[in-house]
């Protein structure tokens, strides 16, 4: 005869009972006592599932639900934290909190850690997947209501402005803020009225920039909510437009597309905060341009090497000319002195890097070095991709599972139809997106891991780059560029241009020439 085996243990389950009544009773069906004796019986019948209830419950008696100001709930979430529950068991979902957000935030937090939650005259279980749906429609209202609060705060500040109120934010140089209204700080008021007078004198935003940062005049210094010091930067000139272009400084208040009478005294007479805003329309004579007007082909990709910031394509008009550049972003904002040299005549500087795509073709050492360094960024970037690919899987198989238990809900119908249905919705559009860039994600790692190019045809493309390149118009060889480069940087001081290169902008440009030969 075969012996019998002892049954599998089953993995203990550590419950902590919680019990709450505003106020207490000792008699009620609803008291603290009741609550605990109901708890106590719910979980001795889990006992083949391996609950076991902790010895010592969490009673907050007298305490309301409205916030979590409860002490024994803040020692629950305490041992919680520090791994000594695994599930939490309560009468009602409403002793443990009777705020939306509270409840919600709650669930969270024991989602993250792996704890579990039990209603046992409700049959809610967070560890069925009935009860996962539950939060998952909790979670929807709770959004709901936020965004709820956050349209009524937006009418609230609307209202306010219209009303010439000051509604928070970051104060501003002459002001300082008191009892949430905006009274004047004489000195920064002589500050800003010397700034206004400035612009006019110097004729431009980056010589006043940088008269500013002579006479070391800053932006606003002021202590944060923290009560934590926060020291005014120096100008560019992004903020000293926002500053010579704020009608705070005319008595005005911004109220959506319109400017209404503000409650705090102007600081700036009209006239010239009038002759200022003229001043700007009229000198603004470089113009940061589209790159389809000009054929400017290497926006997007042309950095500056002293800085590493980005250089804008611009155009000066003289006359019927027009002269186009790249110019440093810091330079625009702080003036030269912030990065010496990073400013370049825009179509010598195309022509350089068009040269050095056709050298690809002439030179074969250029061409095996440029396609070996390729390569090689290309493995680099292949551990990213791993690790992308997987985490998209794991969200995935998430999802799946929240799109399983929605699907099951509908089925039984009610008046949460409507809600489930969004939610499945979003759960469809997420998973689309995830589907989308999972594909991306696994034809480059099947790119990296072929590591296939055909030389000789990708030697013939690059031959034929001149008599292709002189067919183009100037979006297609933009787009060209964009296909073979991934960056560009230029130091002015050096005069030295440094490409990097796509490997599989190579592989692409071969297999859109070998499309364009005639059979």
Request: glycine share 6%.
């Amino acid at each position: 005869m075969r012996a019998n085996r002892p049954a599998p243990a089953v993995a203990q389950i550590r419950v902590a009972a919680y019990a709450r009544a505003s106020v207490s009773r000792a008699l009620e069906f609803d008291s603290v006592t009741a609550q605990v004796e109901a708890i106590t019986a719910y979980v001795a019948s889990q006992r083949s599932a391996g609950w076991v209830l902790l010895p010592e419950p969490y009673i907050d008696d007298g305490y309301s639900g409205g916030d979590t100001h409860r002490p024994a709930y803040q020692r629950m979430v305490a041992d919680i934290e520090a791994g000594k529950v695994d599930l939490i068991a309560t009468y009602r979902l409403d002793r443990v909190s009777r705020s939306l957000p509270d409840f919600t935030a709650f669930m969270a937090n024991l989602e993250k850690l792996g704890v579990g939650f039990c209603s046992v005259t409700q049959s809610f279980d967070s560890t069925t997947s009935m009860g996962k749906l539950v939060m998952n429609l909790l979670g929807a209202f709770s959004e709901f209501e936020r965004a709820t609060i956050a349209e009524r705060t937006a009418d609230k500040i609307a209202a306010a402005r219209r009303r010439g109120l000051w509604t928070g934010g970051r104060p501003v140089l002459g002001f300082d803020v008191r009892d949430k209204h905006l009274v004047v700080n004489a000195d920064e008021a002589n500050a800003v009225r010397e700034i206004y007078r400035a612009y006019l004198e110097h004729a431009g935003l980056i010589a006043t920039v940088a008269e500013l940062e002579q006479r070391s005049i800053r932006n606003k210094s002021w202590t944060n909510q923290d009560g934590k010091p926060v020291r005014g930067e120096m100008f560019d000139k992004s903020t000293l437009r926002a500053l010579l272009t704020n009608p705070l400084y005319v008595g005005r208040i911004r109220a959506g597309k319109e400017t209404v009478p503000a409650r705090h005294e102007a600081i700036v007479e009209q006239s010239l905060f009038d002759e200022v805003q003229r001043a700007l329309q009229e000198r603004r004579r470089t113009i940061r341009i589209a790159a389809s007007k000009h054929g400017a082909l290497l926006c997007g990709l042309l950095r500056c090497a002293r800085c590493g910031a980005a250089m804008t394509h611009a155009t000066n008009a003289r006359g019927s000319r027009v002269h186009r550049y790249y110019v440093c972003q810091t330079v625009m904002k702080q003036g030269a002195a912030k990065c010496q040299g990073s400013r370049a005549p825009a179509g010598e500087i195309e022509e350089v890097v068009a040269s050095r795509v056709r050298a690809i073709g002439q030179e074969p050492a250029v061409f095996l070095a440029t396609l070996a360094t390729a390569r090689q960024q290309r493995a680099a970037h292949e551990p990213g991709l791993v690790t992308e690919n997987r985490r998209i899987g794991n969200e995935k198989t998430q999802l799946a599972e929240q799109r399983k238990n929605l699907l099951d809900a509908l089925q039984t119908g009610g008046v949460a139809t409507n809600v489930i249905v969004g939610r499945l919705a979003e759960v469809d559009e997420h998973l689309s997106k995830l589907d989308a860039r999972q594909s991306e994600v696994i034809a480059e790692l099947a790119a990296i891991a072929s590591g296939h190019v055909d030389e000789a045809d990708l030697r013939a493309t690059l031959e034929q780059f001149t008599p292709i390149w002189d067919e183009l118009i100037p979006r297609e060889r933009a787009r060209v560029l964009r296909l073979l480069i991934s960056e560009v940087r230029y130091d002015g001081q050096a005069g030295e241009v440094t490409i990097q290169f796509r490997d599989n902008g190579l592989r692409a440009l071969a297999r859109e020439a070998t499309a364009r030969r005639p059979a």
